[in-house]
């Protein structure tokens, strides 16, 4: 089975711009979840996806936002970036959205914001 | 709140010697699960080890063993025969009824040939 796939590999935008990432699960898995990682803050959550419905949303503001589509992808999408949402973008695909269900991760999506 | 406290933010071992990495958390809750993941470089996070909390029986794959003390909300990684392959930032996490994975800063291990 390919693992789940994150793209780009690698962005680069300026201050006001908007960037939609992109996450295709290991096939058969239903649920999609986000997290972003940056040398200070670590790895936070940021939502969660389960047969296109949000689930869980972490704390961050209403400029993230994210969808499901019916064969599982899932995008996130950032507008009006900000110098901080500088990040890596990590995606974690699972068969279910219980706590038994394992995350596996792609391998994300580096944003710099310049 | 849960959280994940990893006290150590860099640790160093030999090759073929055994490190443990310390890991706490804290949580009212009874039925959660908790992890190691492994990120080297190459950014891709992979999954070490999982215990669930109902389990008294510690964890163990291949070279990599936990130390699980659900009273003192403890999880401890022990890798054994280390190898330079192991050397990568190492995450312990926490994941409850919320469904979302915490983790805690990382600690970053080194491999000495």
């Known amino acids: 089975k390919a693992g789940v796939t994150q793209t780009p590999r690698y962005l680069i935008k300026t201050r006001g711009q908007q960037v939609t990432l992109s996450c295709s699960p290991i096939s058969g898995h239903r649920s999609v979840s986000w997290y972003q990682q940056t040398p200070g803050q670590g790895l936070q959550f940021l939502f969660e996806?389960?047969?296109?419905?949000?689930?869980n949303k972490g704390n961050f503001p209403g400029r993230f936002s994210g969808r499901q589509f019916s064969n599982s992808r899932s995008e996130m999408n950032v507008s009006t970036l900000e110098l901080g949402d500088s990040a890596l973008y990590l995606c974690?695909?699972?068969?279910?959205?219980?706590?038994?269900?394992?995350?596996?991760f792609g391998a994300g999506t580096r944003l710099s914001v310049l | 709140a849960q959280t994940v406290t990893q006290s150590q933010p860099e640790m160093s071992v030999q090759e073929a010697e055994t490190v443990t990495l310390s890991c706490t958390y804290d949580t009212s809750e009874s039925d959660y699960y908790l992890f190691w993941y492994k990120q080297p470089p190459s950014r891709q996070m992979i999954l070490v080890i999982r215990q669930e909390a109902y389990k008294q029986q510690n964890a163990t794959e291949n070279r990599f063993s936990v130390n699980f003390q659900k009273a003192a909300k403890s999880f401890s990684l022990k890798i054994s025969d280390s190898q330079l392959g192991d050397a990568a930032m190492y995450f312990c996490a926490y994941r409850g009824s919320q469904g979302n994975l915490i983790f805690g800063k990382g600690t970053k291990l080194s491999v000495k040939p």
């Open positions: 974690a695909s699972s068969e279910g959205p219980n706590r038994e269900n394992i995350q596996y």
């Open positions: 996806y389960f047969s296109e419905t949000q689930r």
